[in-house]
């Protein structure tokens, strides 16, 4: 293997219209969200908070772009049998609630995308609008 | 939507009457008490440890007060088959142990109120005799 | 003093416009920013990170929001001489680096905005360029 | 020395009185203020952060009353010359800020009260207040 290799990264530009694809679905359907986005390493790239969403769910939200984007799969993925003891060794960090899902384009892994306050139906709804808003992988 | 709303907010005068209620419902018992209110976003607006009252339930008090000022409902409603994936995506913030209620008041969620050392009812009662004291819904 | 008292929030549409107002103008002067936007009670609202800026500067930005939150100023008025104690005391909550900014519209504090990774100059423009993409007091 | 020994604490009622009496000296002097109690050992007894007051006073006003409690004497007597490393050793514990005051009664060091978000001529106003509301040493 070389020393270094190519890969592509997210901008704040595809960021930023992630969350207002994801904001307007969450308008649509009558449901305030709190959305955040990760990049590869799982270091926010942006976040939002609507008004009328549980503030809570900025963290759960948090731990499911994080999940998504370190497994490149989405949250629903983890099998239930091992999730307790995982997300007590990654204090809380990986999580199998719905609403967690990775940002792929141009066949790289960019991150993750984790949305909560809804139902788990809600949230991977917005977070799947928020893809198509920038042409990546549902 | 417009870059502001109105809302409403709880005053330290009326968090220290919910503290004072709660207190002489506690005393009424013969249980002591540890009640916690949070605002709207979850910042602590008053406390009180009652002498003889668990040290620890300061924790839990603050974790039943912001699920429900976060959830808008009382603790008790988040459903039990997700209730230890939520509590370690949100670092414990979201407890279903009985004891935190929403404080609504003029059609407004003002935050949440959590009480902690005694049996699940006996923290209920107390809580609901702070709601009661400034006319918040039950 | 009656239990509860009128305000106004900041609405996730009024962030959203701070956050594309403070980008366009980073880019404008060519360097990549963090901004974070809190509420009144210090909880984020909206933040992104671009490209290029320092990562760590999320940290700072959030505490320069806090900081103007909390004392309705800009951040750069806290005292010289109280800085290292004040900062002690608050866990780093409290900064006097320059780019944290309070948001007043309509007569209320709504919040702080934090900008960080530029020079204190730097900062304070893009913060200043979101304020007055809401009509609030710069 | 015998294995056990009698001393005193500071009951609830004693410390929702000094809120009580602080709160109405803040509002006689029209500052608002973050006030916490805490007993003997550091731990929060009550505290309430009143409407208008700074939110991370909060925190300055916990580390005011932790530190009058631990050396039993005004937060302002800690020497200068030491502050910043006595800050650093115990996390912000120690603070020379001004508005912290033991709480001496009977002859015992009972706690300690932190009073945060005016001058500090104004802080300390209130907590020696709440001292006299229930015949503390001032």
Do not use: N, W
């Not at 307007?24 to 990760?38: N, R, W, Y």
């Not at 799982?42 to 008004?51: Q, S, T």
Request: aromatic fraction near 2%.
């Amino acid at each position: 293997m070389h020393y270094t290799a190519a890969t592509r990264i997210l901008t704040h530009t595809g960021a930023m219209e992630m969350l207002r694809a994801g904001v307007a679905k969450a308008e649509e359907i009558g449901q305030p969200q709190c959305i955040v986005i990760v990049d590869a390493a799982g270091e926010v790239l942006a976040e939002v908070r609507m008004i009328g969403a549980k503030f809570l769910s900025r963290k759960s939200a948090l731990a499911k772009a994080m999940t998504a984007a370190s497994t490149g799969g989405a949250t629903v993925l983890i099998p239930e049998v091992v999730r307790p003891a995982i997300a007590a060794a990654t204090d809380g960090g990986i999580t199998g609630l719905p609403g967690g899902l990775p940002i792929r384009l141009d066949g790289h892994l960019l991150g993750g995308i984790g949305v909560g306050s809804g139902t788990g139906e809600q949230d991977i709804a917005v977070a799947e609008a928020a893809l198509r808003a920038i042409g990546a992988e549902v």
